[in-house]
Each structure stands twice: as structure tokens, then as C-alpha cells.
């Protein structure tokens, strides 16, 4: 079975900067629909950026601008490089992998439909 693993969290102070990592292993790795997506306390969990086969990117309203994510196939890695990072983007982020190769609405916008979730890695940031 495919595994995801993430990595970069840390507690950083308004205005900061993160990159997350996210290495994906096993034998069923294909280049598919990819995302992060972050839940925080009391809070459904949100989509904050995805990246699908051709590596065409979508990401929320509250990030765009300041978050990038991207994915190099050969090494199986996906990335979040956070900028001007902002108290309210605290929470538990996951990058997760679908089967299809663009990213369906839903999936965008919470996650619904991912095949493969990695544990996660904590993000806070302070005011």
C-alpha cells in the first residue's frame, strides 16, 4: 500500500515562513491528483492547495498568494512552501493522494475522495 509521510512543522511567529514535505512510498505510487489539507481545533477539515498529474495547481482563497504547493515525481515528493503565514493558518496539516489524475471540486475543497492520508504534521503559528 502507498504511505505518506509529512514532514517541516514547527511553531513560527506571524508573518513567517514553512515548507512541509510530504514523501510518498510504495510500489502503487502514480502521479496523481495531490494535496494539503489542514484541520484545526473544533474546525472541518479544509483544502488548502492541490496539484494534479499535469501539476496544475489550485488553492483556497485564504492562501492564495502566500502558500505554493508542488510535486517532483522523480524523487515522490509533494511541497508546501508557506509565506506571510497568518495565525488563523494554524492547525494539523495532511497531504493526502487521489486516483484520478485531475482534482474533482470536492476534493479541492475538503479532501473528500483521497485514497492515501499521511499522519499529518503540526503547524502554529503565533501572533
Known amino acids: 500500500q502507498v504511505q505518506l509521510t509529512e514532514s517541516g512543522g514547527g511553531s513560527v511567529q506571524a508573518g513567517g515562513s514553512l515548507r512541509l514535505s510530504c514523501v510518498i512510498s510504495?510500489?502503487?505510487?502514480?502521479?496523481?491528483?495531490m494535496g494539503w489539507f489542514r484541520q484545526a481545533p473544533g474546525k472541518w477539515r479544509e483544502g488548502v492547495a492541490t496539484?494534479?498529474?499535469?501539476?496544475?495547481?489550485t488553492s483556497d482563497p485564504s492562501v492564495r498568494g502566500r502558500f505554493v504547493i508542488s510535486r517532483d515525481n522523480d524523487k515522490n515528493m509533494l511541497y508546501l512552501d508557506m509565506n506571510n503565514l497568518k495565525p488563523e493558518d494554524s492547525g494539523m496539516y495532511y497531504c493526502?493522494?487521489?486516483?484520478?489524475?485531475?482534482?474533482?471540486?470536492?476534493?479541492?475543497?475538503?479532501?473528500?475522495?483521497?485514497?492515501?492520508w499521511g499522519k499529518g504534521t503540526l503547524v502554529t503559528v503565533s501572533s
Open positions: 496539484v494534479d498529474s499535469n501539476g496544475i495547481t
Open positions: 493526502a493522494r487521489d486516483w484520478s489524475r485531475a482534482c474533482a471540486m470536492e476534493t479541492q475543497r475538503t479532501g473528500a475522495g483521497m485514497t492515501a
Open positions: 510504495g510500489l502503487t505510487y502514480r502521479p496523481y491528483c
